[in-house]
């Protein structure tokens, strides 16, 4: 028996997710893209880059256990959304875990927090999950300008949900041109 290629198991994780909704298969693409281009910006090692790949996919497996309504209502506070959404964030780094991807599990279970993470992938997760989830639409709501969801960014920052020092080397690098043919090609062949 063969086992399935990298490719091939991503190809996988984005069926299940475009099955479930396709804004949530284009949220991970997006996110994985951000995930190595900024990973190599920040000199982070091929294993750490990969790590981060992984969990912009299972981030949303957790999805696919919740009500389709939930995934198109506007939450109206922070606390509506933990209610409705943890068992999404709780069940993607249980599927992580069982997956044998116990680094990726540790980013899933540090990164949706209103607090910076102690793990260093996990605050670097953290701020590229709040950038792709801005610019992004949501089934709820169109997409954020980069001039808002850069105030969101600082925002963060000086509530310390974020790691400020990740912030502000987000913002600083995020728009230097990415070599993204390189790092983007890395992990989908």
Not at 13 to 28: D, H, P, V, Y
Not at 114 to 142: E, G, H, M, T, Y
Request: positive net charge.
């Amino acid at each position: 028996m063969s086992y399935p290629s990298l490719r091939s198991y991503i190809k996988t994780l984005r069926g299940l997710l475009s099955r479930k909704s396709s804004w949530l298969a284009q949220e991970s693409v997006t996110l994985a893209d951000l995930c190595l281009a900024y990973g190599t910006l920040a000199g982070l090692s091929d294993r750490e880059k990969k790590t981060l790949f992984l969990a912009a996919y299972f981030k949303n497996l957790g999805a696919v256990f919740l009500n389709p309504i939930v995934l198109e209502q506007e939450f109206q506070n922070h606390k509506q959304v933990q209610t409705h959404l943890n068992t999404w964030f709780q069940e993607s780094a249980q599927l992580a875990k069982e997956a044998g991807l116990s680094e990726v599990a540790i980013i899933l279970d540090q990164y949706y927090r209103r607090s910076v993470p102690q793990d260093k992938l996990a605050k670097i997760f953290q701020v590229l999950n709040a950038w792709v989830s801005c610019r992004n639409r949501k089934a709820w709501r169109p997409s954020m300008s980069e001039k808002d969801t850069l105030i969101i960014l600082e925002q963060r920052a000086q509530l310390e949900w974020s790691d400020p020092y990740t912030v502000h080397h987000f913002i600083e690098y995020f728009r230097r041109p990415i070599p993204q043919a390189k790092a983007l090609g890395a992990y989908q062949n």
